[in-house]
């Protein structure tokens, strides 16, 4: 079992910048990938960002170039650096952990932007 914590969230302005983190405890020595999710009010949750074990990242279009997601091994923590924030980034971001064949999912922490 993987237990994920997720911290960082918070009101900021358009333009702003947050960064969020997900402190992985439990059975975490088999962890591949992390990642973030994020579901706005009324949507579909949709993947924000993913980095495997090696570091090897991914983003959503929507985010390249804003967002950067980062991983500390020995810290067993996830990071998302997101700027130049966007009201429509509003949502509750989700950390995610791949182990073996299961997805473990955090929470979630409120990130509102507003214009």
């Known amino acids: 079992q993987v237990q994920l914590v997720e911290s960082g969230g918070g009101l900021v302005q358009a333009g702003g910048s947050l960064r969020l983190s997900c402190s992985a405890s439990g059975t975490i020595f088999s962890i591949n990938a992390m990642g973030w999710y994020r579901q706005a009010p009324g949507k579909q949750r949709e993947l924000v960002a993913a980095i495997t074990s090696d570091s090897s990242t991914n983003y959503a279009d929507s985010v390249k170039g804003r967002f950067t997601i980062s991983r500390d091994n020995a810290k067993n923590t996830v990071y998302l650096q997101m700027n130049s924030l966007k009201p429509e980034d509003t949502g509750v971001y989700y950390c995610?952990?791949?182990?073996?064949?299961?997805?473990?999912w955090g929470k979630g922490t409120l990130v509102t932007v507003s214009s």
């Open positions: 995610t952990a791949d182990w073996r064949t299961i997805r473990f």
